[in-house]
């Protein structure tokens, strides 16, 4: 059998390395901000668990969820009090932070926080959106949309490099079923990856159903630990998993959040396929 290829370009994020040979990376948090003890109380926890586990660890949340399904759905906090909230958490627990940018005027103030861009699956194809990012010279993680072939990431990946941006992760969290239902094609990984950049794989996304509950998303996060080993054994250099202390009141994604006490055991099982893989690609 061949061995499974592996990304030409690695990434630095102070002590963590991202790519090729290198121990798989989980981007955790919760969905959205809720406040400020709450984030830096889940922070502490994922950044406990993670040094447990041996896996290193960038801190997720969203400052504004500008893409709810309802007008009436919680958002967070905005992006000034909401980057307030990741720099303390970064300074604080002292951990990378990652967060959605969705207008070009959000860039500059985020960009001075952020330790990685994130560009929401919605708006991968925005031009304008991914070439003023990129020229931040920040790590950017664009989410392929629910509507794009992994092959066509190409195009988004040479909007970032004409920027002067090769700091590119690409993430696969799922494509359109039919109505309100994702499917994961674990081939896309494989796809993505060979465009050169490491490959992050979105769990907890994954297994949403967009709009499935009227009024807001749905989801099972029963498949999330079967999809993060899939995906660990076709080859994948992140894990972004959601995760929340109590994901069934949470105010956001809460179906297909994981809950933070089942992640040790997961995290286990994660850490011994990694190794599985890293010595398959190394050969």
Not at 24 to 45: F, M, N, R, W, Y
Not at 166 to 192: A, C, P
């Given at each position: 059998?061949?061995?499974?290829h ?9 002590p963590?390395?991202?790519g ?31 040094s ?9 949340s969203?400052?504004d ?42 860039i ?30 920040k ?18 990946i040479?909007?970032l ?20 239902n ?18 992050v794989?979105?769990a ?13 998303s749905g ?46 055991h ?18």
């Amino acid at each position: 059998m061949d061995k499974p290829h592996s990304p030409t370009v690695e990434l630095t994020l102070g002590p963590i390395q991202i790519g090729r040979g290198h121990p798989v990376v989980l981007i955790a948090g919760p969905c959205v901000i809720e406040s400020e003890k709450h984030a830096l109380d889940t922070a502490q926890q994922l950044k406990s668990i993670t040094s447990k586990a041996g896996i290193p660890f960038i801190y997720k949340s969203s400052y504004d969820k500008a893409n709810r399904t309802s007008i009436q759905s919680f958002r967070g906090p905005g992006l000034a009090e909401g980057l307030r909230i990741l720099n303390k958490v970064k300074r604080e627990i002292d951990v990378p932070v990652l967060s959605d940018i969705h207008k070009e005027e959000e860039i500059e103030p985020a960009a001075e926080v952020l330790d990685i861009l994130q560009i929401p699956a919605f708006l991968c194809r925005q031009t304008d959106l991914l070439v003023k990012a990129a020229k931040t010279g920040k790590m950017i993680n664009v989410k392929k949309g629910q509507f794009l072939a992994p092959w066509d990431m190409k195009h988004v990946i040479k909007k970032l490099e004409d920027a002067g941006n090769r700091k590119i992760l690409l993430t696969e969290r799922g494509f359109m079923f039919g109505y309100n239902n994702l499917v994961v094609d674990m081939r896309s990984l494989v796809i993505m990856r060979e465009l050169g950049y490491p490959v992050v794989f979105d769990a907890t996304h994954s297994v949403q159903q967009p709009g499935g509950q009227g009024s807001s998303s749905g989801g099972n996060r029963d498949w999330v630990p079967h999809l993060a080993r899939g995906a660990l054994g076709i080859g994948c250099d992140a894990l972004f998993m959601e995760a929340h202390p109590n994901p069934d009141e949470a105010p956001s994604d809460g179906p297909n959040m994981v809950k933070m006490d089942t992640l040790p055991h997961l995290l286990e099982q994660i850490r011994e396929l990694d190794a599985l893989r890293i010595r398959f690609e190394k050969g």
